[in-house]
């Protein structure tokens, strides 16, 4: 537990971020900021305040399908520096993996993650130009295309992170300031749940090791 010396006062890091999130949570439930202050014992600009502090965009939820992707790192650090809230970027080989393993589950999850995709405002999709077609007459005018290749496509292809960019600029809005940290929720953690089944083991364990580092 981290502590500071203010004064002849002690202060708990730990304490402070407790209560934090507390507050978030209790607004991401839906309690207004009078409801949170009143039962936090804080002022309602203090609500405000924590909210405006942590805030990474506005506007609709935006989510992210891409495969099969050569720069997956690179896709991923743009869409993470628009604070997307689904992502979900494969590479051939993670691909393949997922093919190669029980049809029931893996038919079991691609209606899962139809049905997640269903409740996001705007979805942008890097796919093959006979994938991007039907992904929209699943999803509907709320997708957003960017093919990246012919059908069928069996190896990575490249993407211009630049390009793909501007097109996230475009529908998700300008990103925050770097040094703000990105609000975590239930939300989030369903989405990068859902998200990280569909990888590999190993590959989601090096990731979460990576993370941490």
Avoid: C
Avoid at 62 to 90: K, Q, W
Wanted: hydrophobic share 40%; aromatic share 4%; net charge negative.
């Amino acid at each position: 537990m981290r502590l500071f010396r203010i004064g002849d006062k002690v202060v708990s890091l730990g304490k402070i971020t407790d209560a934090v999130t507390a507050i978030l949570e209790d607004r991401e439930t839906g309690s207004t900021q009078e409801e949170v202050a009143h039962s936090h014992g804080v002022q309602r600009s203090f609500v405000s305040f924590v909210e405006t502090l942590g805030e990474i965009r506005r506007g609709g939820r935006v989510a992210l399908v891409g495969f099969p992707i050569e720069n997956t790192d690179e896709v991923r650090a743009v869409a993470e520096s628009h604070a997307l809230d689904f992502v979900l970027v494969m590479s051939q080989r993670e691909r393949e993996s997922i093919e190669n393993g029980p049809a029931a589950d893996m038919f079991n999850q691609l209606l899962e993650t139809i049905a997640t995709l269903k409740d996001y405002d705007v979805l942008v999709v890097l796919a093959s130009d006979w994938r991007v077609r039907t992904i929209e007459k699943i999803l509907g005018s709320e997708v957003v295309s960017m093919p990246i290749g012919q059908s069928p496509l069996r190896d990575d292809v490249r993407v211009d992170v630049e390009e793909l960019d501007a097109v996230l600029a475009s529908v998700a809005g300008a990103p925050a300031r770097q040094s703000r940290r990105r609000k975590v929720g239930a939300a989030f953690r369903e989405a990068a749940d859902l998200a990280g089944r569909w990888m590999p083991s190993g590959e989601t364990a090096g990731r979460r090791k990576s993370s941490k580092k």
